[in-house]
């Protein structure tokens, strides 16, 4: 079966770091890119960026290049999104999904939820 | 401003058939195929259509999409409680060279 198994809820600071990440199971990780997609309270889904687990080649939403880093290390299947400075407005919802051809999201995980306040 | 343009809200009563519409641009929909998601209250989206007009296993035949041109559409038949959700479109943009969503469209059942 697969599955996208994403750390927990975060609480911090502004100006403080944070990686999240994402575990999958139940197929060949490195076969599929994963995506982060955000959603910011009662709004919308965003399309952050997409990694290849197995060379990480990266592609980023131009809203988001420059504010995120994605990674992964293909020896544990698990993808990372990370903030070197996090800002309130960073407050979300953050989701990873398998992408498949076309695009598609076929998995998701189950969302983490990320909460930056003073 | 979303890339992708929906509806913000759409209604209809048990058994009726809805569509949701999703417009966008040469770049994005014109080209690509366009996807469909399913966001129930607290959880997770979940893929409802994909490649415009097919369905993951599992998904019942009430749901369908279509595509022509730089726009696509959603379609409910035979509307039913548990269908209340926000569905959001989706596809890649070559300009932007990354995905885009619609801003997604909040489906009541009266």
């Known amino acids: 079966e697969v599955q996208l198994v994403q750390s927990g809820a975060e609480v911090k600071k502004p100006g403080e770091s944070l990686k999240i990440s994402c575990k999958g199971s139940g197929y060949s990780f490195t076969t599929y890119w994963i995506g982060w997609v955000r959603q910011m309270p009662g709004k919308g889904l965003e399309w952050m960026g997409i990694i290849s687990p197995g060379d990480s080649d990266t592609r980023f939403s131009p809203s988001f290049q420059g504010q995120v880093t994605i990674s992964a290390d293909k020896s544990i299947s698990t993808a990372y999104l990370q903030w070197s400075s996090l800002k309130a407005s960073d407050t979300a919802m953050y989701y990873c999904?398998?992408?498949?051809?076309?695009?598609?999201?076929?998995?998701w995980g189950q969302g983490t939820l990320v909460t930056v306040s003073s | 401003q979303s890339v992708l343009t929906q509806p913000p809200s759409a209604s209809g009563t048990p058994g009726q058939r809805v569509t949701i519409s999703c417009s966008g641009s040469?770049?994005?929909?014109?080209?690509?195929?366009v996807n469909w998601y399913q966001q129930l209250p607290g959880t997770a989206p979940k893929l409802l259509i994909y490649?415009?007009?097919q369905r993951p296993s599992g998904v019942p035949d009430r749901f369908s999409g279509s595509k022509s041109g730089t726009s696509a559409s959603l379609a409910i038949s035979g509307l039913q409680s548990e269908d209340e959700a926000d569905y959001y479109c989706a596809a890649w943009d070559d300009s932007l060279n990354g995905g885009v969503f619609g801003g997604g469209t909040k489906l009541a059942v009266l």
């Open positions: 999904a398998r992408r498949l051809g076309g695009g598609r999201f076929d998995y």
């Open positions: 040469s770049s994005n929909i014109g080209r690509n195929p």
């Open positions: 490649s415009n007009n």
